[in-house]
């Protein structure tokens, strides 16, 4: 029996007793996948995600081991809902035009102290303040800086749109400005070089991409690590209490763990290991997240279809953000069809093997957004389900 087999083996029994579709997350995989990243770290904490987990049981799991401190959270509204549930320390990853959200924030003493919000433009902190509603409590600052690459005196870009904060004297001029302006305090510094953590170094079937991938991201590591020491600098010149400098991701933790002037890392999608998690150089994890749909159909030889399934991922449309059929291993998409909104058609070998009411496992192409779509997970010890907990779907949370 294969590896893989033998997980198939282990998820089908520890969900017998439930009807797919489904969901599970394999703790062993991923207390395994949290211990490597640690390993990867290097000593350097590591803030989760929140992201790439949507689920407050697995965040609280995480965050109960060593190496793991403080939740990157992706909403104000979902900052301020850690908060209230006992998350100290929850930074928002992304500029927020909520105004009841920072009316909330600016008016709870203990919500300020446990949240920190994104800024990269003097007009956020006009909104901040103009949201306030009374509220006098300080708000905790952190400034995000541009990491893209640009090539060829600036007409190539590689990397993703995201702050407008480039050259440390940039991001300097928005710290003076906030360190005169009352009400706020600025802490740390982010940069999340997602062309470096986010893109796979090794794509399957294609040496010389791969090749192109890893020498762009030689270069820019390079070139951020010196210019991300030049801002910290420069912005410590200003803010000397600066409490952190986060950077990295899934993909880049080793590397951005040897930069000095960075603090901490940002990891999330590490612990799942979703399938655009499979071709990097740099690590190799174990997938710790799935999702089971029932057969409901078997059309002819070497067919069956699965109800629904047709859960894309976010990004540029493409093949790589689909869910792959992984369990049995030997089943792929129909080309004509591809993975349906109420029906989705596998073709191959192992369709054969399987019965009306089999459970078909898939992968997701990234982590937390299959979180969206099941209201609980299955947590799986061995062949054996030991606890069923709500996402932030189950709970009634849907941020975005």
């Not at 990891?267 to 190799?284: H, I």
Request: hydrophobic share 45%; with cysteine; net charge neutral.
């Amino acid at each position: 029996m294969t590896p893989r087999a033998a997980d198939r083996a282990r998820y089908d029994r520890a969900t017998a007793h439930l009807d797919a579709p489904v969901a599970l997350v394999d703790l062993e995989a991923f207390d395994a996948n949290a211990d490597d990243l640690v390993r990867r770290a290097g000593g350097k904490p590591i803030r989760v995600a929140s992201k790439s987990v949507r689920c407050r049981a697995l965040l609280e799991r995480v965050l109960a081991r060593e190496g793991f401190a403080g939740v990157m959270s992706f909403t104000l509204d979902e900052s301020l809902w850690l908060a209230r549930a006992g998350f100290e320390d929850v930074l928002l990853a992304y500029p927020s035009a909520d105004r009841a959200a920072f009316g909330e924030l600016a008016g709870d003493a203990k919500l300020a102290a446990a949240v920190t919000v994104m800024v990269d433009d003097p007009a956020q902190l006009e909104l901040i303040d103009a949201a306030r509603a009374g509220g006098g409590e300080e708000i905790r600052i952190c400034l995000e800086l541009d990491t893209s690459l640009r090539l060829l005196g600036g007409r190539v870009r590689v990397g993703a749109l995201r702050s407008p904060l480039r050259e440390p004297a940039q991001v300097a001029e928005l710290a003076r400005s906030i360190a005169r302006r009352p009400g706020f305090r600025l802490v740390g510094i982010m940069a999340y070089e997602g062309h470096v953590a986010g893109v796979g170094d090794a794509v399957a079937g294609r040496p010389l991409r791969s090749r192109a991938i890893r020498l762009m991201q030689s270069a820019a590591r390079r070139e951020l690590a010196a210019r991300r020491a030049a801002v910290v600098r420069a912005v410590r010149a200003v803010a000397p209490d600066l409490e952190f400098v986060n950077g990295g991701g899934t993909g880049s933790v080793q590397h951005t763990a040897a930069e000095e002037a960075v603090t901490e890392i940002a990891a999330g999608s590490g612990l799942f290991v979703p399938r655009l998690f499979d071709n990097y150089t740099s690590f190799t994890g174990r997938p710790a997240a799935l999702f089971a749909q029932p057969v409901v159909r078997r059309p002819g030889v070497g067919v069956v279809t699965v109800l629904g399934g047709g859960y894309p991922a976010s990004g540029a449309a493409g093949p790589d953000r689909l869910p792959v059929p992984y369990l049995p291993e030997g089943l792929r998409y129909d080309p004509q069809e591809g993975p349906g909104e109420v029906q989705t058609p596998l073709i191959g070998s192992a369709a054969d093997d399987l019965l009306i009411g089999d459970k078909v496992w898939f992968r997701h192409a990234k982590a937390g957004e299959l979180c969206e779509r099941f209201d609980s997970l299955q947590l799986v010890e061995g062949d054996r389900t030991t606890a069923t907990v709500p996402t932030y779907r189950g709970e009634g949370r849907t941020f975005l």
